[in-house]
């Protein structure tokens, strides 16, 4: 396994990050994976054994289940690992426990740790963007938890790049504590975030850990041209296919890394793990399973490296269109590249 820093911290991550939002079977996740203690705790000790320090969970995930579930197979080793939950999703009806208010915050992150059965966390995540609680609140909270020794360092997802721009600004400002990495949804058919979040954390020195980087499933090969798919898997439920992909475009993806995979003899799942692998400040990619077998085949895609025509050929595949103004942006810079008018 290979490490790398996370973000601008000095905290050094394991490649591959595994989540656990298949821990637990309560309301909308049971069907997400459903996996009970012992089944965790397989995937949990085979991740451990393959060197993987990054674990990633959310108090929304089974309404608790995950956090408890994580904490009890993680408690003989947590010393070894880096243990991030989110916060910010619905936990119950009650009005008021929802969101990133100081409020929601505080009692969040106290039921979190009781549940991890630990006395810090070391990434805490703010699970999504509170377009209703003022970011000064979520980010004084945030600051005070890191100066009260409960969390250690902070991190965001699903923000867009004026949102997290604005809280990183203002942490400045205010000299409180930044958020250190974005999880982000990026894979080879979900690219949007390269035209704006990507650049963000390269200048600001965000670590960008992926998530869904095989598309709900998509990106496994189990899926074919007019077919439906696995009745198991995640992508062929429909309350559960969230992550939409333009399957036209999708499905002419999936035939260059099928190619790249059968040349390499490697899996279709591999391919699109590494290519994220290669690309600029990720630090970790988030991979989940609900059976050893899946998570042995992800954990290879860190034993070997796309070559750089690999890596082009699938660029020019999945290239996303430009929104404006990014499409005028790139014309105009050609006349600060070159002497030539324009």
């Known amino acids: 396994m290979n490490y790398r820093q996370l973000g601008h911290s000095g905290l050094l991550v394991s490649e591959l990050c595994l989540g656990a939002m298949s821990f637990g079977k309560q309301g909308y996740w049971e069907v997400v994976g459903g996996l009970g203690d012992a089944e965790a705790q397989r995937l949990i000790d085979m991740a451990l054994d393959a060197g993987i320090n990054f674990f990633d969970t959310a108090d ?6 995950s956090e408890e579930i994580l904490g009890r197979a993680l408690k003989a080793r947590r010393h070894e690992v880096v243990l991030a939950t989110k916060v910010r999703g619905r936990m119950s009806p009650e009005i008021n426990d929802v969101g990133l208010s100081r409020h929601h915050l505080i009692r969040s992150c106290e039921t979190s740790l009781q549940r991890l059965g630990t006395d810090y966390i070391d990434l805490y995540i703010v699970h ?3 377009f209703v609680t003022p970011l000064e609140e979520t980010l004084s909270t945030l600051n005070d938890l890191v100066r009260q020794g409960k969390v250690r360092y902070l991190g ?3 923000f867009a790049a004026w949102q997290l721009m604005k809280a990183l600004a203002l942490a400045e400002k205010h000299h409180w504590e930044k958020f250190v990495s974005l999880q982000a949804l990026y894979s080879l058919v979900a690219r949007d975030v390269e035209t704006e979040l990507v650049p963000l954390c390269q200048d600001q020195r965000l670590g960008l850990t992926p998530w869904s980087p095989l598309a709900g499933g998509f990106l496994t090969g189990k899926f074919r041209r007019g077919e439906k798919g696995p009745a198991d898997a995640r992508r062929s439920k429909e309350q559960h296919n969230f992550i939409q ?3 036209d475009k999708g499905f002419r993806i999936l035939d260059e890394v099928q190619r790249i995979a059968q040349a390499r003899g490697v899996s279709v799942a591999q391919v699109a793990l590494n290519y994220l692998l290669r690309k600029p400040a990720v630090s970790a990619v988030l991979v989940g399973a609900t059976k050893p077998e899946q998570l042995q085949d992800n954990l290879k895609a860190t034993s070997w490296t796309l070559e750089e025509a690999e890596v082009k050929a699938l660029d ?8 404006y103004p990014h499409w005028m942006l790139d014309y105009t810079r050609m006349d600060r590249m070159s002497s030539r008018m324009m």
């Not at 929304?60 to 289940?65: E, F, R, T």
């Open 156 to 158: 965001c997802s699903n």
């Open 128 to 130: 999504s963007f509170d």
């Open 60 to 65: 929304v995930y089974s309404y608790g289940q």
């Open 245 to 247: 992909v333009d399957e």
């Open 316 to 323: 020019a595949v999945s290239q996303p269109g430009r929104p």
